[in-house]
């Protein structure tokens, strides 16, 4: 069997501790008011709604309207364009084209006691009303003055349809446009004139300027393009803007619910409290009952939890940070239960070697042996569950979504935020397990039991 040096154990405890550290607290520097944040902690974690308190509201189409998955894309649009004119920026919205509904979640804004969640949701679901308009004045808050205001060269109900291209000859994208007979008249009026000094023709959604492109041709046959710095995703989100413009029913609310901030900072603390109490009554028991593999253990589930923190935080700069949840709070505690479980099966094992007069070396050999088949079976039925959580209840766009959309197809994706955070969190920890609970722990324990003050069979729950 391999042996492993001495020095590996306290390298591989230094490193967890360090780990640790760093995942929880951050590594920042502060002077006077600027904060530089090196690596993301704790505190840099982005809560979800159920805990720092918002809204969850489902949109649909009303009672009979079949839409397309073109007026859902556009319906969407409205819906963020209308959370940004609230400013409220840290928002998610999702569509199910299968089911005809919009779900919305967002927080609470910040600072404001007197936040009205029904007004805004019943803004949020009205009609969009898209204009072109001549020039683009605007006043001191943003909103069409003078010429742009009086000058409505078309409504949303006059183009037929916007529709994003890609021109292969010099590799740009743009928006193309097709008028209705009524909006090309007028079209082709405006752009004969304000072709003559390359005038603009703004494009607004509500109150809100959405692009202005430069006339530089008259355009009398009805159909437009707009062109610029345009990538394929930007393309898309002003088309489908435009189209949203002509959208033929207003949304209606299915369902939602608030959440009262206090109370979702209180659940935060009475879980992250229990947690952290369930996390020392294990640390005591695994090393009262296990001794020095118990000790061991202990300080492999630290580096779990910290891999588990880091996940979310935004602490590895090729993970974005996540929003965690409740039940994703819930993931973590899971998780790490499976890893003391790990370090129980491994811990018996190794246990069941000595007493049968095996030696120290070859207890561990043979305990992380015979252990790991059974940890690999209850850990990979996890992984398994995981990645149907995160597939049936998060994002289209996720990763584990597109993966499973063979199975999915008929229903949708539930969008259900809190459960997809708990199946990410589960995740995460899982492949944690592997790497502290059981390849960390082997190093550290194989290294320990070369010194010769932890070579008594005692130490590892043989006879005393």
Same mark, same amino acid.
């Not at 600027?34 to 974690?45: A, Q, S």
């Not at 006691?113 to 009609?127: K, M, N, R, V």
């Not at 002003?238 to 619910?257: C, H, M, Q, R, V």
């Given at each position: 069997?391999?042996?492993? $040096?001495?020095?590996? &154990? &306290? ?14 607290? %951050?590594? +920042?520097?502060?002077? %006077? ?11 840099? =974690?982005?809560? $979800? ?14 009672? $009979?309207? *079949? @839409? ?53 949701? @019943? ?22 003055? $003078?010429?742009?205001?009086? !000058? ?17 000859? *010099? ?8 008028? +209705? ?16 000094? !390359? ?6 959604? *509500? ?6 492109? /430069? ?5 009398? *046959? ?8 345009? /990538? ?13 413009? @002509? ?5 209606? /609310? ?32 695994? =090393? ?14 630290? %580096? ?27 993931? =973590? ?25 095996? +030696? ?6 043979? %305990? ?10 209850? !850990? ?60 960390? /722990? ?23």
């Amino acid at each position: 069997m391999k042996r492993v $040096g001495k020095p590996v &154990f &306290f390298i591989v405890a230094i490193l967890i501790i360090a780990f640790l550290t760093t995942a929880l607290l %951050g590594v +920042s520097t502060t002077y %006077g008011d600027r904060k530089d944040v090196y690596i993301k902690g704790g505190n840099d =974690i982005r809560w $979800g709604i159920d805990i720092r308190g918002g809204v969850d509201v489902t949109f649909t189409p009303p009672e $009979g309207v *079949d @839409a397309d998955e073109t007026q859902m894309r556009a319906a969407e649009a409205v819906v963020k364009q209308r959370l940004i004119t609230l400013h409220i920026t840290d928002s998610e919205v999702y569509t199910d084209p299968n089911k005809d509904r919009i779900i919305v979640r967002f927080p609470w804004k910040e600072d404001e006691a007197d936040f009205d969640p029904q007004a805004a949701i @019943a803004e949020l679901g009205e009609t969009a009303r898209l204009t072109f308009r001549e020039g683009m004045e605007t006043d001191e808050n943003g909103l069409p003055t $003078g010429v742009t205001a009086e !000058n409505i060269i078309l409504e949303g109900a006059d183009v037929a349809e916007a529709y994003p291209f890609y021109n292969s000859e *010099d590799g740009t994208y743009g928006v193309s446009l097709t008028l +209705s007979e009524d909006g090309k008249a007028a079209f082709a009026e405006a752009t004969a004139r304000l072709a003559e000094e !390359n005038g603009v023709i703004s494009i607004w959604m *509500d109150d809100t300027m959405i692009s202005y492109p /430069t006339v530089n041709d008259p355009i009398t *046959d009805g159909k437009a393009s707009i062109t610029g710095n345009f /990538t394929a995703e930007t393309a898309q989100d002003l088309a489908d803007k435009i189209n949203s413009g @002509a959208l033929p029913f207003k949304l209606e /609310t299915a369902n939602y619910s608030t959440i009262d901030p206090t109370l979702g900072e209180g659940a935060k603390d009475v879980m992250i409290m229990a947690g952290a109490v369930a996390f020392v009554l294990v640390a005591i028991f695994m =090393i009262v009952l296990y001794r020095l593999p118990g000790v061991v253990a202990v300080i492999a589930l630290m %580096g779990q939890l910290a891999l588990s923190v880091a996940a979310v935080s935004g602490y590895f700069p090729f993970i974005s940070s996540f929003t965690l949840t409740l039940p994703g709070i819930a993931g =973590i505690i899971l998780a790490i239960g499976m890893g003391v479980d790990a370090n129980v099966i491994t811990a018996e094992r190794i246990r069941e070697e000595i007493r049968s007069g095996k +030696s120290i070396d070859g207890a561990i050999e043979l %305990g992380y042996q015979r252990a790991f088949t059974a940890i690999l079976d209850g !850990n990979m039925t996890v992984v398994i569950v995981a990645i149907i959580l995160m597939g049936a209840f998060g994002p289209p766009s996720s990763f584990f979504a597109k993966l499973l959309t063979p199975i999915f197809f008929m229903c949708g994706p539930a969008l259900a935020g809190t459960v997809y955070s708990f199946g990410y969190t589960l995740l995460i920890g899982v492949i944690g397990n592997f790497i502290f609970g059981i390849l960390s /722990t082997k190093l550290m324990l194989k290294s320990i039991s070369r010194f010769k003050a932890f070579r008594k069979p005692k130490l590892y729950g043989g006879e005393r």
